[in-house]
């Protein structure tokens, strides 16, 4: 009979040619490269692209890198005339060993594949091999934020082999400090970028042992200005618009109570839109100390026109009690509408001018009136006239009391606390 041969497996892929040149059939590639010799040194070097969002609220950072890897696998060396090296796509790391690299404490990672997947991959006659990858790293930040928004933060990206322990893998960074390159025109609305550098350390895992890990360090100083703005000017003349009751009259009720609780209310809502895009976190910021501090102002100036008020009718209220029991109260609504003789009555009335000439003995409150301060005294005679026959000496009685004492140690007392917490607040944050 007819002997029938075997046709060609389909399933198989055609070797290219430059694959057939590197002889990758010939060696099995799940096994790193010198297996069983001492660890294969691979270096590293990542050049950032850019550094896109900082989020307080989720406590990470995403990053865009260039990350490079160096390591020589004699299994590709290949004669080569010219000495130059050949360039690959994704399609061959497929086929080969390559570090298996990931980000430590990363959230999401992904490289990136448009139009193809950006990967690289460059082989020199001498085995030496460059891996090339942009991948886009979301990581953990664990922010301090007891200093927001005057503060600085550190953050870090830690890369490390997945599987190989520093028996097999030892991974460092090619050139130091210069390993890590950064794009000159990296921005960041919020933050200024004060430093990346690079550092290496061991991490052990209790399983699986101890393993390189490679680190990118960068410090962030936040841009105050932005805050200054929309937080703590807003803050400031709230505060200051609080203490313009001090200078209305305080019978103005209409006029002190609203402009109290609207800056009551507004100082709320501040207060709510800093918290609203912040974490929950259980230690107070240097925000919320400013703030807190500017409600609690807001809220005793406040509280200091229910003082004043409420002590304005208690002494008003004596000042009518005292009035029912002198024989003449002339003078109180206006000192010339009548006079009373004090050689009959015992008591006079006088211009506010003329308190100088009499000595007081006691004050007591008396109303004022469209805005003149009228003051009466009441004529006390120092003496029995029965026993003397005559009044020896006329002494005067102050029964008016300053009601605006309250407001008038206000208007020094507030405005001079609150530059005093301003000046140790900005001494102790800025």
């Not at 850019?50 to 989020?55: A, C, P, V």
Request: aromatic share 14%.
């Amino acid at each position: 009979g007819p002997i029938l041969k075997r046709g060609p497996d389909m399933t198989k892929s055609p070797m290219t040619k430059s694959e057939q040149l590197l002889r990758i059939d010939d060696h099995d590639f799940t096994m790193r490269p010198a297996f069983g010799g001492p660890p294969i040194p691979v270096g590293v070097d990542v050049q950032v692209e850019s550094l896109d969002t900082i989020s307080e609220v989720d406590m990470d950072f995403t990053m865009t890198l260039y990350l490079r890897h160096y390591w020589k696998d004699e299994r590709l060396s290949f004669t080569s005339t010219n000495n130059q090296s050949m360039t690959f796509d994704s399609r061959l790391a497929k086929k080969i060993w390559v570090p298996d690299m990931f980000f430590v404490h990363s959230k999401r990672s992904f490289i990136h594949d448009t139009t193809t997947d950006n990967v690289m991959l460059r082989v020199y006659p001498d085995g030496n091999v460059l891996y090339s990858l942009r991948v886009t790293v979301t990581a953990m930040c664990n922010m301090d934020l007891s200093r927001f928004p005057l503060d600085t933060q550190t953050c870090s990206l830690e890369i490390e082999s997945y599987a190989y322990t520093d028996d097999d893998l030892m991974l460092y960074w090619k050139k130091g400090n210069e390993s890590l390159n950064t794009d000159e025109r990296i921005s960041l609305s919020q933050f200024l970028i004060q430093k990346f550098h690079t550092t290496t350390k061991l991490a052990f895992y209790s399983s699986t042992g101890w393993y390189n890990r490679l680190y990118i360090h960068f410090t962030l100083r936040r841009h105050v200005f932005f805050f200054l703005l929309q937080t703590y000017f807003p803050a400031t003349l709230m505060v200051m618009l609080s203490w313009v009751s001090f200078w209305i009259d305080r019978r103005a009720v209409p006029a002190r109570v609203p402009l109290g609780i609207t800056t009551v209310l507004t100082m709320s809502t501040i207060i709510t839109g800093v918290n609203a895009s912040m974490p929950r976190v259980s230690y107070i910021k240097a925000v919320d100390i400013y703030l807190w501090v500017s409600f609690v102002f807001v809220f005793l100036s406040v509280i200091e026109y229910a003082a004043v008020n409420y002590l304005s009718t208690v002494q008003e209220r004596k000042e009518r009690k005292l009035r029912e029991r002198l024989p003449c109260t002339c003078g109180i609504g206006n000192p010339d509408d009548a006079m009373c003789d004090p050689q009959i009555t015992g008591y006079t009335t006088m211009d506010v001018n003329s308190i100088g000439n009499y000595g007081t003995a006691g004050n007591y409150g008396m109303p004022e009136n469209g805005g003149r301060q009228e003051r009466m005294f009441a004529q006390v005679v120092l003496g029995d006239p029965q026993l003397t026959g005559q009044v020896k000496r006329p002494g005067y009685v102050n029964i008016w009391i300053d009601t605006h004492a309250i407001d008038k140690y206000s208007r020094m007392v507030f405005p001079g606390s609150y530059v005093l917490f301003n000046i140790i607040y900005w001494s102790i944050y800025s």
